[in-house]
């Protein structure tokens, strides 16, 4: 349907060549920044290297050597000495969670527990500072990566006894790292009223041991099971505002001009909004309202919003979640797991109503975006998509994607180029989950369908690259490193044929991005015309030996033309 959203093997679009085929030209007046003697890869077909920038207002002016470049400067341009260090386009986040990279600074970091009891030590450490029935909160364990399983153990998930022992009086919920399952202690189930009598969810499951006691690990919908207290009123809104600053500056700390929402209620869209307004929001948004559909149905048409506030914020994307995750085995699978045969996972969102979010989309100029790990899932969300296609063929130019298209049917590989879906995916998910996605689904369909990045490409798909954060740490420069090596810490490397180049990926986290937010007319290219997005690193990445690409920081972050983000003992500039 739309063959020529790739181009050879970066996947240009004609719109962005089109675009980056405008000559630079010289700014009328005297350029506000000016970056020279740097190594400049602009992800440009018209120019593809350059030695420096100027920048005027919020947009690039000019690029090209730096003599020519340096002409552009007056006596009030900042000009700055890259001293030979690379930039590049500034990175997009084409799938993170915002508010959860906020919200990870208020909980429990658990993302480096090397066992269980690590965590309970942690969770007996945090009640000691909390009155009786306060809540404990937190985020980003993995039974997977323990190095041990924990005793005793179902499916390899600890029993909630141990949490009872240093957390009696304290409800307890530890998010897993894939946001698809979480653990509790017996005091939140029992604020619950989670029994032995409590049924499964539609779409979830409270894990039971051989007795029929629940063990503390609520899959899925059944997460749903245990809701904790929120705040409300002035306390409700101050918290978000510091949420999301907090997701601002932890992003612009990365290297990410813009940030892709992988789903948001309206009442967080309206403080996105206020702080832009304010300009308080340092970084771009592109956001994907996330709510059932009688809530939204009425109300699409009056929060779309495209480039609005100078570009930082843009709302025309509706986000649905067909499946789970495979970590927590609720992905959803054509055939059972091949390590739990009496299971393929679960269906977390009725494919009736997923088509209802497809008929609000398509009357109201959305973008669909639907969650589908499974290969199950990925079917019939490719279902859902052809036959919304099919039922208004003069509907063009979509752009609908599939968040994170994980693991695939041989057969489903070529209909993401055919239907011109975007496949927004996450390198560094590959190498996280390598380690058991051959004992989830065994050997043959993890090497069919397993994050097969070249297969989607040569299908004519456009990948679109980002880190699912908090899911994984924000920053794109180990996700770069995951897709162009796709190596696992034992040194293996998973199913190398499908590894990325370094100028795919960078492509991934740059243009890709912007096309799959129709965006690539105004960011996603050091073109002159688009924004100053812009990323400084320490080291060159494209060149590099592939083993330091990990060691590469961050020396600017500029968006709009305006330095973001920036250690100080980086600061190197020049009048």
Same mark, same amino acid.
């Given at each position: 349907?739309?063959?020529?959203?790739?181009?050879?093997?970066?996947?240009?679009?004609?719109?962005?060549?089109?675009?980056?085929?405008?000559?630079?030209?010289?700014?009328?007046?005297?350029?506000?920044?000016?970056?020279?003697?740097?190594?400049?890869?602009?992800?440009?077909?018209?120019?593809?290297?350059?030695?420096?920038?100027?920048?005027?207002?919020?947009?690039?002016?000019?690029?090209?050597?730096?003599?020519?470049?340096?002409?552009?400067?007056?006596?009030?341009?900042?000009?700055?000495?890259?001293?030979?260090?690379?930039?590049?386009?500034?990175?997009?986040?084409?799938?993170?969670?915002?508010?959860?990279?906020?919200?990870?600074?208020?909980?429990?970091?658990?993302?480096?527990?090397?066992?269980?009891?690590?965590?309970?030590?942690?969770?007996?450490?945090?009640?000691?500072?909390?009155?009786?029935?306060? $809540?404990?909160?937190?985020?980003?364990?993995?039974?997977?990566?323990?190095?041990?399983?924990?005793?005793?153990?179902?499916?390899?998930?600890?029993?909630?006894?141990?949490?009872?022992?240093?957390?009696?009086?304290?409800?307890?919920?530890?998010?897993?790292?894939?946001?698809?399952?979480?653990?509790?202690?017996?005091?939140?189930?029992?604020?619950?009223?989670?029994?032995?009598?409590?049924?499964?969810?539609?779409?979830?499951?409270?894990?039971?041991?051989?007795?029929?006691?629940?063990?503390?690990?609520?899959?899925?919908?059944?997460?749903?099971?245990?809701?904790?207290?929120?705040?409300?009123?002035?306390?409700?809104?101050?918290?978000?505002?510091?949420?999301?600053?907090?997701?601002?500056?932890?992003?612009?700390?990365?290297?990410?001009?813009?940030?892709?929402? *992988?789903?948001?209620?309206?009442?967080?869209?309206?403080?996105?909004?206020?702080?832009?307004?304010?300009?308080?929001?340092?970084?771009?948004?592109?956001?994907?309202?996330?709510?059932?559909?009688?809530?939204?149905?009425?109300?699409? *048409?009056?929060?779309?919003?495209?480039?609005?506030?100078?570009?930082?914020?843009?709302?025309?994307?509706?986000?649905?979640?067909?499946?789970?995750?495979?970590?927590?085995?609720?992905? $959803?699978?054509?055939?059972?797991?091949?390590?739990?045969?009496?299971?393929?996972?679960?269906?977390?969102?009725?494919?009736?109503?997923?088509?209802?979010?497809?008929?609000? *989309?398509?009357?109201?100029?959305?973008?669909?975006?639907?969650?589908?790990?499974?290969?199950?899932?990925?079917?019939?969300?490719?279902?859902?998509?052809?036959?919304?296609?099919?039922?208004?063929?003069?509907?063009?130019?979509?752009?609908?994607?599939?968040e994170h298209a994980q693991h695939l049917s041989a057969q489903d590989v070529p209909r993401f180029g055919q239907l011109g879906v975007i496949a927004s995916m996450q390198g560094i998910h590959c190498t996280s989950d390598a380690p058991y996605v051959v004992a989830r689904l065994g050997p043959k369909r993890a090497e069919e369908g397993a994050?097969?990045?070249?297969?989607?490409?040569?299908?004519?798909? *456009?990948?679109?690259?980002?880190?699912?954060?908090?899911?994984?740490?924000?920053?794109?420069?180990?996700?770069?490193?995951?897709?162009?090596?796709?190596?696992?810490?034992?040194?293996?490397?998973?199913?190398?044929?499908?590894?990325?180049?370094?100028?795919?990926?960078?492509?991934?986290?740059?243009?890709?991005?912007?096309?799959?937010?129709?965006?690539?007319?105004?960011?996603?290219?050091?073109?002159?015309?688009?924004?100053?997005?812009?990323?400084?690193?320490?080291?060159?990445?494209?060149?590099?030996?592939?083993?330091?690409?990990?060691?590469?920081?961050?020396?600017?972050?500029?968006?709009?033309?305006?330095?973001?983000?920036?250690?100080?003992?980086?600061?190197?500039?020049?009048?």
């Amino acid at each position: 349907m739309k063959r020529f959203i790739y181009v050879g093997l970066f996947g240009f679009t004609v719109a962005a060549i089109a675009a980056s085929a405008r000559p630079p030209q010289q700014p009328s007046a005297p350029a506000d920044l000016v970056l020279i003697d740097g190594r400049i890869v602009t992800v440009d077909a018209a120019a593809p290297e350059a030695q420096a920038i100027a920048i005027r207002g919020d947009r690039i002016a000019a690029v090209g050597t730096s003599d020519e470049i340096k002409r552009s400067a007056g006596s009030n341009t900042r000009v700055i000495d890259l001293h030979g260090q690379l930039a590049i386009p500034g990175f997009i986040e084409s799938h993170g969670h915002f508010t959860g990279v906020g919200e990870m600074k208020f909980e429990l970091d658990l993302t480096k527990a090397q066992t269980w009891d690590e965590i309970v030590a942690m969770v007996g450490e945090a009640a000691k500072t909390k009155k009786p029935g306060e $809540w404990i909160r937190g985020r980003g364990w993995h039974q997977e990566k323990w190095a041990s399983r924990p005793e005793p153990n179902v499916e390899g998930f600890p029993t909630h006894a141990s949490l009872d022992t240093v957390s009696p009086n304290n409800p307890v919920v530890l998010t897993h790292a894939s946001g698809h399952a979480t653990f509790v202690n017996a005091k939140a189930m029992a604020v619950a009223r989670v029994t032995r009598e409590t049924k499964n969810p539609p779409g979830g499951e409270v894990l039971r041991d051989a007795t029929g006691d629940a063990t503390g690990l609520l899959r899925e919908t059944a997460s749903g099971l245990v809701r904790q207290p929120s705040l409300t009123g002035a306390d409700a809104e101050a918290h978000l505002r510091k949420v999301l600053e907090l997701a601002a500056q932890e992003s612009l700390s990365k290297g990410i001009t813009t940030f892709e929402d *992988a789903g948001s209620p309206l009442a967080t869209i309206d403080m996105m909004k206020k702080m832009v307004d304010e300009g308080s929001m340092g970084i771009r948004l592109w956001v994907m309202v996330r709510q059932p559909n009688g809530v939204i149905a009425s109300r699409l *048409a009056q929060y779309k919003m495209l480039d609005y506030g100078g570009g930082h914020l843009t709302v025309r994307a509706i986000k649905k979640q067909i499946d789970g995750a495979l970590g927590s085995r609720g992905a $959803w699978l054509l055939e059972p797991y091949a390590d739990k045969p009496e299971s393929s996972g679960q269906n977390t969102t009725s494919i009736e109503d997923i088509d209802e979010t497809a008929r609000l *989309a398509l009357e109201n100029g959305y973008q669909l975006c639907v969650h589908a790990i499974g290969d199950r899932g990925n079917r019939e969300t490719l279902n859902i998509f052809e036959r919304a296609f099919k039922a208004h063929p003069d509907k063009k130019d979509l752009r609908w994607r599939v968040e994170h298209a994980q693991h695939l049917s041989a057969q489903d590989v070529p209909r993401f180029g055919q239907l011109g879906v975007i496949a927004s995916m996450q390198g560094i998910h590959c190498t996280s989950d390598a380690p058991y996605v051959v004992a989830r689904l065994g050997p043959k369909r993890a090497e069919e369908g397993a994050y097969v990045w070249q297969k989607l490409m040569k299908s004519g798909a *456009a990948i679109a690259n980002g880190t699912d954060a908090p899911v994984e740490d924000v920053d794109p420069i180990p996700n770069f490193y995951a897709s162009v090596s796709r190596k696992l810490k034992d040194g293996s490397v998973f199913y190398p044929d499908q590894r990325m180049s370094r100028m795919e990926a960078l492509r991934s986290c740059t243009v890709n991005g912007a096309y799959a937010g129709f965006e690539e007319e105004n960011r996603g290219s050091l073109t002159p015309g688009k924004y100053a997005d812009v990323t400084v690193l320490s080291k060159d990445i494209m060149t590099i030996p592939e083993d330091q690409i990990p060691s590469a920081k961050v020396v600017y972050t500029i968006v709009g033309g305006k330095i973001m983000f920036s250690p100080q003992s980086s600061l190197r500039s020049q009048r």
